[in-house]
Antibody
Framework: EVQLVESGGGLEQPGGSLRLSCAASGFIFSDYEMNWVRQAPGKGLEWVSYISSSGTTIYYSDSVKGRFTISRDNGKNSLYLQMNSLRAEDTALYYC??????????WGQGTLVTVSS | QPALTQPRSVSGSPGQSVTISCTGT?????????VSWYQQHPGKAPKVLIS???YRPPGVPDRFSGSKSGNTASLTISGLQAEDEADYYCCSYAGIDTFRIFGGGTKLTVL
C-alpha cells in the first residue's frame, strides 16, 4: 500500500525557517517524480514544487522561488522541503504528492505550517 | 500565476448529471492534454478522478468522465450520489515556467 507521511510542520515566525519531510513507502520511491502542493485554510490547492525521480530536475512556483528548496534522498525514501524567509501567506497544509503520468496519483495527509508572530 | 477558472459552486439532485468547467488559456489547458481532476471531501486529502483529460484511473467509478474543447476542460458526473458532495479541482500542465496550475475549485452540492 502506497503511503506518504509528512512531518515537520508547526508554528514559525515571519522570516523563520522550517524543513518539511515526507516518508514514502509501498512503492519504489526512486522511480517516481514527486511534488509539494499546499492548501491555505479554507482555500484551494496550489502547486508549490516538483522534483524528478533522480532529483536532477526541479521546478518552483513563483510564490516560493528563491525561498524554498525541494530535495530528495532515494536511499531513505524521503522527500524534503526547506522553507526559508517564511511569510504569513505561506500558512497552509502542505501535501507530499506522487506523480504518475500527468496526474498527482497519491497524496499524503499533509502537515500544517502556520506563520505568525 | 492566475488559477484556472472554475465555477464556485454547482448543484444537482441525486441521479442527475452535472458538469464542472475549467477554463484556462492556450498556454495551459489548450496547449497540453495534461488536465487532471481531483475530488476533495472536507478534512481529507484530494483524490484523483481523471488524468490526461479523459483517463479514469482504476477504482474510479465510470460515472466520472472528462473532456476538453479548446481552452476549456470539463468534468461530468452522471448518476449523482450523495457521496459526490465535495470540492472538485482541475489541474493542468502549463509548460516549464509555470509547470502546474490548479483551478480555484468548485463546491458540488447534492440537493
Amino acid at each position: 500500500e502506497v503511503q506518504l507521511v509528512e512531518s515537520g510542520g508547526g508554528l514559525e515566525q515571519p522570516g523563520g525557517s522550517l524543513r518539511l519531510s515526507c516518508a514514502a513507502s509501498g512503492f519504489i520511491f526512486s522511480d517516481y517524480e514527486m511534488n509539494w502542493v499546499r492548501q491555505a485554510p479554507g482555500k484551494g490547492l496550489e502547486w508549490v514544487s516538483y522534483i524528478s525521480s533522480s532529483g536532477t530536475t526541479i521546478y518552483y512556483s513563483d510564490s516560493v522561488k528563491g525561498r524554498f528548496t525541494i530535495s530528495r534522498d532515494n536511499g531513505k525514501n524521503s522527500l524534503y522541503l526547506q522553507m526559508n524567509s517564511l511569510r504569513a501567506e505561506d500558512t497552509a497544509l502542505y501535501y507530499c504528492v506522487r506523480v504518475l503520468g500527468s496526474a498527482f496519483d497519491y497524496w499524503g495527509q499533509g502537515t500544517l505550517v502556520t506563520v505568525s508572530s | 500565476q492566475p488559477a484556472l477558472t472554475q465555477p464556485r459552486s454547482v448543484s444537482g439532485s441525486p441521479g442527475q448529471s452535472v458538469t464542472i468547467s475549467c477554463t484556462g488559456t492556450s498556454s495551459d489547458v489548450g496547449a497540453y492534454n495534461s488536465v487532471s481532476w481531483y475530488q476533495q471531501h472536507p478534512g481529507k486529502a484530494p483524490k484523483v478522478l481523471i488524468s490526461a483529460v479523459n483517463y479514469r484511473p482504476p477504482g474510479v467509478p465510470d460515472r466520472f468522465s472528462g473532456s476538453k474543447s479548446g481552452n476549456t476542460a470539463s468534468l461530468t458526473i452522471s448518476g449523482l450520489q450523495a457521496e459526490d458532495e465535495a470540492d472538485y479541482y482541475c489541474c493542468s500542465y502549463a509548460g516549464i515556467d509555470t509547470f502546474r496550475i490548479f483551478g480555484g475549485g468548485t463546491k458540488l452540492t447534492v440537493l
